[in-house]
């Protein structure tokens, strides 16, 4: 069979509706869509902080924000972010690392984090 018989056959990149859906492409999925989150958040950060150390009314303002519904949303939706990339971070390095590369481990290791990081959610949101 000739290469060019072969492409023709696969789609030359990966689409979401050609595989069929399951824990490890979520939470690769999901992986990079909190990393966007984490970097989208940066901007909002620097203001924070410059609000933090300016004047007493920037300092006013900001904590203002942060106690609003939408900056405490804002908290809750970046720190389960940033939980969720963390814990499937160590996952990632695990698996580069040649460790649980079957498909029943990369399975479960995924539901594993995607768990955890629902119940820290949780937990982040009731302490907010």
């Not at 072969?6 to 824990?23: A, D, F, I, Q, T």
């Not at 989208?40 to 007493?56: A, K």
Request: net charge positive; charged share 15%.
């Amino acid at each position: 069979m000739s290469e060019r018989s072969v492409s023709k056959e696969r789609p030359l990149s990966p689409r979401l509706s050609v595989y069929r859906w399951h824990p490890a492409m979520v939470a690769s999925i999901a992986h990079r869509g909190t990393g966007v989150v984490l970097v989208l958040f940066v901007p909002l950060y620097l203001w924070l902080l410059h609000g933090m150390t300016g004047s007493t009314e920037n300092f006013a303002a900001v904590s203002d924000w942060l106690h609003s519904g939408l900056g405490q949303f804002s908290l809750w939706l970046v720190g389960s972010a940033l939980i969720y990339h963390f814990c499937n971070g160590i996952r990632f390095l695990i698996i580069d690392a040649g460790w649980e590369e079957s498909r029943s481990a990369l399975r479960n290791s995924a539901k594993l984090v995607l768990a955890m990081s629902i119940i820290a959610s949780l937990i982040l949101a009731v302490l907010l």
